[in-house]
């Protein structure tokens, strides 16, 4: 499909039925689904207890009966240590049940946006990666997470949209941010290791990104394929620390820098994962804004939230050093 043909449907492709969001109780997946009732398009939200998505006659008879417009898959293994040990189990999540969804997707004639992830590629280079630079995962995770992204390219050539994201926060889900404000409180200083670099990017910015997409992909505007879903800039996890301070009145030189040698992790974390975002001036899409001045907008619900809420700060790609002195 070329960027000039249109989806079949009404109105030349509007919005023909509600979007599905697969991964229903997670952070990004809460804000994708506000910001859809936010613009006035029906939804329908599978949570994991509803829809398990490497079931393929559930898969089926759940797309069939709700008949989507647009499925957004947020459902996926993001253990990223837990998956060197446990591949297939991860490949089961992050590629087969992909394979399953875009299958019905094409069988039901709904477009698909599925999130991906910047451990797709080697996290070596020294310039932000192109869409379609060559791939080379290093972790088992990296491995499960490119074997959906082909699935998808392959069984939705004209309606499969791949989304890479990396180093999300959130108010709905724990996140390296919402450590770094239990922590601020916790300790007089923190070890954070500066030696990796990539981009914060919130949530939020990201889901009204993808609602951007789906319409963009429903009226023939957006070509297929693979987008680069992340904030504007780079930062390593020492400057995202210091800014977090900064921003809420703290004194960022509590947060000192260390290395990715100061522990070791089952997985190893890309040095380097700054991502281009190149295509999305083909789709007419405006990329999204700095990493700072999304941090700054955001942090104040993300706080309120967390004070509110006893919630496990998991982030897979830890950069506190807890055995630093």
């Given at each position: 499909m070329t960027a000039h043909h249109r989806l079949p449907g009404p109105a030349g492709g509007a919005d023909r039925g509600p979007w599905l969001v697969t991964g229903a109780g997670g952070m990004l997946a809460r804000d994708v689904l506000a910001e859809l009732t936010r613009a006035g398009i029906g939804t329908v939200a599978a949570r994991r207890s509803a829809l398990d998505v490497t079931d393929p006659v559930a898969v089926r008879a759940f797309i069939?009966?709700?008949?989507?417009?647009?499925?957004?898959?947020?459902?996926?293994?993001?253990?990223?240590?837990?998956?060197?040990?446990?591949?297939?189990?991860?490949?089961?999540?992050?590629?087969?049940?992909?394979?399953?969804?875009?299958?019905?997707?094409?069988?039901?004639?709904?477009?698909?946006?599925?999130?991906?992830?910047?451990?797709?590629?080697?996290?070596?280079?020294?310039?932000?990666?192109?869409?379609?630079?060559?791939?080379?995962?290093?972790?088992?995770y990296g491995r499960t997470k490119l074997v959906g992204e082909r699935a998808v390219l392959d069984t939705l050539p004209d309606t499969g949209y791949v989304v890479r994201t990396a180093w999300l926060y959130g108010a709905g889900g724990g996140s390296f941010v919402r450590t770094l404000l239990r922590l601020e409180r916790e300790r007089d200083t923190l070890d954070v290791v500066d030696d990796q670099r990539g981009q914060p990017t919130w949530t939020v910015d990201l889901a009204h990104t993808l609602v951007a997409l789906g319409r963009a992909a429903l009226s023939g505007a957006a070509p297929p394929g693979v987008y680069h879903g992340t904030s504007a800039g780079e930062a390593t996890w020492h400057a995202l620390g210091r800014e977090v301070f900064r921003l809420i009145g703290a004194d960022p030189a509590r947060v000192r820098p260390t290395t990715s040698?100061?522990?070791?992790?089952?997985?190893?974390?890309?040095?380097?994962?700054?991502?281009?975002?190149?295509?999305?001036?083909?789709?007419?899409?405006?990329?999204?804004?700095?990493?700072?001045?999304?941090?700054?907008?955001?942090?104040?619900?993300?706080?309120?939230?967390?004070?509110?809420?006893?919630?496990?700060?998991?982030?897979?790609?830890?950069?506190?050093?807890?055995?630093?002195?």
């Open positions: 069939t009966s709700r008949r989507p417009s647009v499925v957004v898959n947020c459902a996926a293994w993001t253990a990223v240590d837990d998956a060197e040990d446990r591949e297939a189990d991860a490949l089961a999540v992050n590629g087969t049940a992909v394979r399953l969804l875009a299958r019905a997707c094409r069988d039901a004639g709904a477009v698909l946006l599925h999130l991906s992830t910047d451990y797709v590629f080697a996290g070596d280079a020294t310039r932000p990666y192109r869409e379609d630079d060559p791939t080379g995962p290093r972790t088992a040698d100061a522990y070791a992790r089952p997985a190893p974390r890309p040095a380097y994962s700054v991502l281009g975002h190149d295509r999305w001036h083909t789709a007419g899409i405006a990329p999204m804004r700095d990493w700072r001045s999304a941090l700054a907008a955001a942090l104040p619900g993300i706080a309120h939230r967390a004070t509110g809420e006893a919630h496990t700060d998991r982030e897979e790609s830890p950069s506190v050093c807890d055995r630093c002195p």
